[in-house]
């Protein structure tokens, strides 16, 4: 009697033990549990950690709650602007109702995918091709509204939509590389003439202040010559002005002339004979000249012996 006691309990432990193991389920903190009895949904969503549903009635269906990074494939289509353009983004979305997720949608999945690639040609035909190269923001906000109104139904929430890349062809690319490069070209023309426009007024200032002060343009000359001299690499020709010998003959002080105050030195001629002494001594007269200025009374020249 007590074997066959045993042997029921441990029959029954057995039973038990095989229940447990078909009935008992885990869910991960970023899973969410949704149960199906005989077909139909259970109105609880299974919480994380351990829970149990019945054998052979209850099916377990869990459903992941992170935030799916989901690339949409490059799109070919037209701008407003009848430009061929081909872009590429990507959807982060989340499922918000795990048994909406399961019984609204065949595979979430593959639906936001297919809206994703759907509102993108959508978008590339109503903007220009500048608003998707400089405004991308308001693309990606518009993208975003155009998933999120369908997907909310699906217990799906967009968390956000980004534009990747934006493929031109190569004749649009030539097109805008010349139109920046003459963009560049017509600023750099404006800064040049804004900088010409300034220096004509700061040199007409410089001029209207030189010609009240002449020494001031000689000061300017002698730097000139000071910086085109350091270059050591060519001859200078200096010219003086007839304003700077003026300024330096002002600055000088006055001498006596010779012969108002002072007697010009004389030179004794030594006597020679005949036309050798004339000579010499016209020489020797001219010498005097150069060196005082004044002129000398010739001596008497002495009689001649026959």
């Keep these: 009697m007590i074997e066959e006691l045993l042997m029921a309990v441990a029959g029954a432990g057995a039973a038990a033990a095989v229940y447990a193991g078909a009935a008992a389920r885990v869910v991960k903190q970023y899973e969410r549990g949704v149960v199906f009895r005989f077909g139909r949904l259970r109105g609880r969503v299974r919480s994380p950690g351990f829970t149990m549903?019945?054998?052979?009635?209850?099916?377990?269906?869990?459903?992941?709650?992170?935030?799916?990074?989901?690339?949409?494939?490059?799109?070919?289509?037209?701008?407003?602007?009848?430009?061929?353009?081909?872009?590429?983004?990507?959807?982060?979305?989340?499922?918000?109702?795990?048994?909406?997720?399961?019984?609204?949608?065949e595979d979430y999945r593959f639906a936001v995918s297919q809206m994703a690639q759907t509102s993108l040609r959508s978008i590339i035909g109503k903007s220009d091709l500048d608003d998707l190269l400089s405004n991308r923001e308001k693309l990606n906000q518009g993208l975003e509204l155009m998933l999120d109104s369908p997907?909310?139904?699906?217990?799906?929430?967009?968390?956000?939509?980004?534009?990747?890349?934006?493929?031109?062809?190569?004749?649009?690319?030539?097109?805008?590389?010349?139109?920046?490069?003459?963009?560049?070209?017509?600023?750099?023309r404006v800064i040049n003439a804004?900088?010409?426009?300034?220096?004509?007024?700061?040199?007409?200032?410089?001029?209207?202040?030189?010609?009240?002060?002449?020494?001031?343009?000689?000061?300017?000359?002698?730097?000139?010559?000071?910086?085109?001299a350091a270059e050591k690499n060519s001859t200078l020709v200096l010219p003086f002005p007839v304003e700077l010998l003026r300024f330096l003959e002002r600055a000088t002080p006055d001498h006596k002339p010779h012969g108002a105050g002072h007697r010009a030195p004389e030179v004794e001629i030594p006597p020679l004979p005949g036309d050798a002494y004339l000579r010499s001594r016209a020489a020797a007269e001219d010498a005097i000249e150069?060196?005082?200025?004044?002129?000398?009374?010739?001596?008497?020249?002495?009689?001649?012996?026959?």
């Design 53 to 105: 549903i019945v054998p052979v009635v209850d099916r377990l269906h869990k459903v992941n709650m992170q935030i799916v990074t989901m690339p949409v494939p490059a799109q070919e289509g037209i701008t407003r602007d009848n430009v061929t353009v081909r872009v590429d983004a990507v959807v982060y979305f989340k499922v918000v109702d795990p048994a909406d997720a399961l019984v609204r949608v």
């Design 151 to 188: 997907a909310m139904g699906w217990g799906v929430a967009i968390d956000r939509v980004e534009i990747k890349d934006v493929s031109l062809p190569e004749t649009m690319k030539r097109s805008m590389a010349r139109q920046a490069e003459a963009d560049r070209e017509r600023r750099a």
């Design 194 to 228: 804004d900088a010409e426009l300034q220096a004509s007024k700061k040199l007409s200032e410089a001029a209207a202040m030189m010609s009240d002060q002449p020494a001031a343009l000689q000061l300017r000359l002698l730097q000139t010559v000071v910086a085109v």
């Design 290 to 306: 150069d060196l005082t200025g004044t002129s000398v009374e010739p001596a008497p020249a002495p009689p001649r012996e026959d």
